[in-house]
């Protein structure tokens, strides 16, 4: 169940996208603000359900894993595209969107080998 606890690696990430607005940004609504909470909740979201996961001693779907990939796409290009509130704000979210995205890519990988597994040990019995 290693996709489970690989997911709950996100919880600093998105707890940084929630708070970061309000400690580092010097402008409130800047136009990134808002984008940074959303996915920040969203990437809270996706570890909550993959503690959950673990807790009833379930696989995390690989859609969960393809979730956190493209939410850290988006990171990623966003602060090149739509206007930040400064150097530290892009390149932060730049950094995050990338740890985002390789999570994401990870948990994907850990989930369809395990379900790959799962298959091999069914197709044997």
């Known amino acids: 169940m290693w996709g489970n ?3 709950l690696a996100g919880a600093p ?11 580092v940004y010097e402008a409130m609504l800047a136009p990134n603000f ?12 996706l570890v909550l359900y993959g503690a959950i ?17 493209l939410l850290g796409l988006w990171q990623v290009t966003r602060p090149f595209v739509v ?5 530290l704000p892009l390149w932060g979210d730049a950094v995050v969107g990338v740890l985002l995205s ?5 948990v994907m990988r ?3 080998n395990y379900s790959v597994s799962e298959q ?6």
Do not use: H, M, Y
Request: proline share 5%.
């Open 120 to 125: 091999a040990q069914t197709a044997r019995r």
């Open 53 to 69: 996961c673990t807790w009833r001693n379930r696989k995390v779907s690989i859609a969960a894993g393809g979730l956190l990939g």
């Open 110 to 112: 850990e989930a369809r």
């Open 83 to 87: 206007p930040t509130a400064g150097p």
């Open 5 to 7: 606890r690989t997911i």
């Open 13 to 23: 990430l998105g707890i940084w996208l929630v708070f970061a607005p309000f400690v």
């Open 34 to 45: 808002w984008n940074d909470i959303v996915v920040g909740i969203t990437v809270l979201l």
């Open 102 to 106: 390789a999570l994401g890519g990870r």
